[in-house]
């Protein structure tokens, strides 16, 4: 986020968005909370090759972090563990099923929206191989869900709202919420596309699964931007020097 | 200071709202059995499909241990899971405070100063 980017950068991202044009046929996966073996193989390819682009970003931002914001590193370990705490609580809904958050919001708000894709499908792996949780297959739509679309509309949202001067926290509680919730409409979509139904085809059925996914995670969208609100008033009391390093605290004090 | 303070009201304020969401629903819905709604997807998928889906992979692990993991060892991940994070969560803010409590008065700590032992993280 702090200077411009390199030439080599530029031509890193640049050939591996070339490259998953033409790599359909790449054996990646993609999509949170999509179980395993639930999309069609082809989809599955098409994800993981959507995803690409933005982690091989996200790769860059974080070896630009390294270098430049060293002292930062430490908000984004704390950032990548927050999604690991967060997405790990089953946290019981109104509807009387259980569901997770992201705690994707935090990182995109803090970090801008790519290096949150690096933390969000290391989080993914874990509960894919591990938990059996989501899965390998559908690791690129899980990606895309979770660590990539969700992030960039918290972002923009966030970005948004710092335009039109609304309270900060507001802000980052907006955004680290319906980020969550907007994850959960790109699933709904994912799994629309993969499974559309006969009488009303693709909308028909992502209306169904959005009535599965959307009330279950309202409640828990909000507990996640409640969360998001209180750790970022904890780095700002503790953390200051690296937040403003970061470009998130522009003014002094 | 007195920000902080402040602060410190709104903290638990939150925290208690983000618990009582949690909880709430747990006493609203007596005796529903609060299984995951990744499951619940997969039951909408069989509606719309109008079979029972037969997923064309099974997880790695799975195929490995040859049947699904011990519920209690799933836990065990999950703890692990939040373990991880919380450790790492835990470090940093006890790094960034003790900083702030052992500074001396007056100065403020700068990035590349503090980058080496961020660094070692």
Not at chain 1, 165 to 175: D, E, Y
Request: net charge positive.
């Amino acid at each position: 986020m702090a200077k411009k980017w390199t030439k080599n950068e530029r031509r890193f991202v640049g050939v591996i968005t070339v490259l998953s044009l033409f790599l359909a046929a790449a054996p990646a996966a993609s999509a949170m909370h999509i179980m395993e073996g639930y999309l069609p193989a082809g989809q599955c390819a098409v994800w993981g090759v959507v995803c690409l682009p933005f982690l091989a970003a996200g790769l860059v931002g974080i070896r630009r972090t390294v270098k430049n914001q060293r002292k930062a590193l430490i908000l984004l370990a704390m950032s990548g563990a927050f999604i690991f705490v967060i997405s790990s609580l089953k946290i019981p809904s109104v509807t009387g099923s259980c569901s997770h958050m992201t705690g994707t919001g935090l990182a995109a708000i803090l970090f801008g929206p790519f290096q949150v894709s690096v933390l969000g499908i290391i989080v993914l792996l874990f509960q894919a191989i591990l938990l059996a949780h989501g899965g390998i297959t559908s690791l690129g739509a899980n990606t895309f869900s979770m660590a990539i679309a969700g992030p960039i509309f918290a972002w923009a949202l966030y970005m948004l709202c710092k335009k039109l001067k609304v309270n900060r926290k507001v802000s980052i509680f907006l955004a680290a919420c319906l980020g969550d919730l907007f994850t959960y409409c790109v699933t709904s979509l994912q799994l629309a596309a993969a499974y559309p139904s006969e009488a009303g085809g693709f909308f028909a059925s992502a209306v169904k699964f959005l009535g599965v996914f959307a009330p279950t995670q309202l409640p828990l969208a909000i507990i996640e931007g409640i969360l998001t609100v209180v750790i970022i008033i904890g780095m700002e009391t503790y953390a200051k020097p690296e937040l403003r390093d970061i470009g998130f605290l522009e003014e002094v004090g | 200071m007195e920000k902080k303070k402040s602060n410190k009201g709104l903290i638990i304020a939150l925290l208690a709202l983000a618990v009582l969401i949690a909880v709430v629903p747990l006493f609203a819905q007596r005796g529903a059995d609060f299984g995951g709604s990744d499951d619940a997807g997969s039951q909408m998928v069989s509606e719309i499909t109008g079979t029972e889906y037969e997923p064309w992979f099974t997880p790695v692990l799975e195929t490995m241990l040859g049947g699904e993991l011990p519920g209690e060892v799933e836990s065990l991940l999950f703890c692990v899971q939040t373990g991880i994070g919380v450790g790492i969560i835990a470090f940093g803010f006890g790094y960034l405070v003790a900083r702030r409590k052992y500074q001396k008065p007056g100065e403020t700590p700068r990035a590349d100063r503090a980058a080496g032992k961020a660094g070692a993280v």
